[in-house]
């Protein structure tokens, strides 16, 4: 039977691996490689990566909660959680709305608008 630190010793190494396929299918997805069903393999790393993560955290549920508790009694320590979260969230939110979509030419420059720029209005110029 293996003990609780060689368990996460064995999870972590599958969050690594499946974190490194993730990240190198999406390297190879970005310049549009061919050389193998890169995609397959993208979304189904990316989908055993969120298995094995949900796993990890539920093994240290109670290290999570006793933290978050302590976390809880400091003013600074919340407002720095609150400002970690924050700062993850408008990352993700700025790369969604504001990183260049590609078209079957390569990129075009538009921002992310997801209204077509003849709608811009145009009473300034």
């Known amino acids: 039977m293996l003990s609780k630190p060689e368990k996460n010793y064995f ?5 690594i691996v499946m974190s490194l396929v993730c990240i190198v299918t999406g ?3 970005d310049s549009r490689s061919n050389l193998f069903n890169v995609t397959t393999l993208h979304i ?3 989908y055993i990566m969120t298995g094995v993560l949900v796993i990890h955290l ?14 809880l009694r400091h ?5 720095a959680a609150l400002a970690t979260l924050l700062v993850s969230v408008g990352l993700c ?3 969604a709305v504001f990183s260049p979509q590609r078209n079957s030419h390569g990129f075009h420059g538009d921002g992310g608008r997801s209204f077509p720029t003849s709608q811009v209005d145009q009473s300034n110029k």
């Open 11 to 15: 999870l972590n190494i599958s969050l």
């Open 27 to 29: 390297f190879l997805l």
């Open 44 to 46: 189904w790393s990316g």
């Open 58 to 71: 539920l093994m240290h549920i109670d290290w999570i909660v006793n933290l978050t508790k302590t976390i």
């Open 75 to 79: 003013k600074m320590k919340v407002i």
């Open 93 to 95: 939110y700025s790369i």
